[in-house]
């Protein structure tokens, strides 16, 4: 089993968009068993708050739940037992540094797994979850894709 970690701020918008969003597209192409994938902040501003409500609309308008998540903080054994630990933007790594350890090489931007070195822009402040969710789909497509071929 291959194991994801999402990792942003405040696990209210893009990690958990990722999250359900990778979900959604393994269980379609049949490989939910394959990966056990979860999301996490690196602050503790929104710990026990539930997903953000422009990520639960968006999700919702694909027909992706996000019933039952709150946020939760990345741990030390997060790094240890996670296989990626997949970050939105470098403030994230920058925040993730000290739970890493001898981890650095988990860790990857979502759109490194399409070619692009650029951040998930973090719709908490610009307010535009579409942009935000065409970025993760798009990221989380490449990596799902990648993730299978390897393991194929």
């Not at 990792?7 to 990778?22: K, L, Q, W, Y």
């Not at 470098?90 to 001898?102: M, V």
């Amino acid at each position: 089993m291959i194991r994801i970690l999402f990792i942003c701020h405040g696990n209210i918008c893009r990690s958990p968009m990722a999250e359900f969003v990778f979900r959604d597209l393994a269980e379609k192409r049949g490989a939910a068993e394959t990966f056990f994938v979860r999301s996490a902040a690196t602050s503790t501003e929104e710990l026990g708050n539930p997903v953000h409500p422009g990520t639960r609309r968006i999700l919702a308008q694909h027909g992706i739940s996000t019933a039952g998540k709150v946020s939760v903080r990345i741990t030390k054994n997060d790094c240890d037992s996670f296989d990626h630990l997949v970050i939105m933007d470098e403030n994230n790594r920058r925040n993730l540094a000290p739970f890493l350890e001898n981890n650095g090489h988990k860790v990857s931007l979502l759109l490194n797994w399409c070619g692009e070195t650029r951040a998930i822009a973090d719709p908490w402040f610009t307010g535009n979850f579409e942009a935000t969710y065409r970025d993760v789909l798009r990221g989380c497509t490449a990596m799902l894709d990648k993730l299978l071929t390897k393991k194929g």
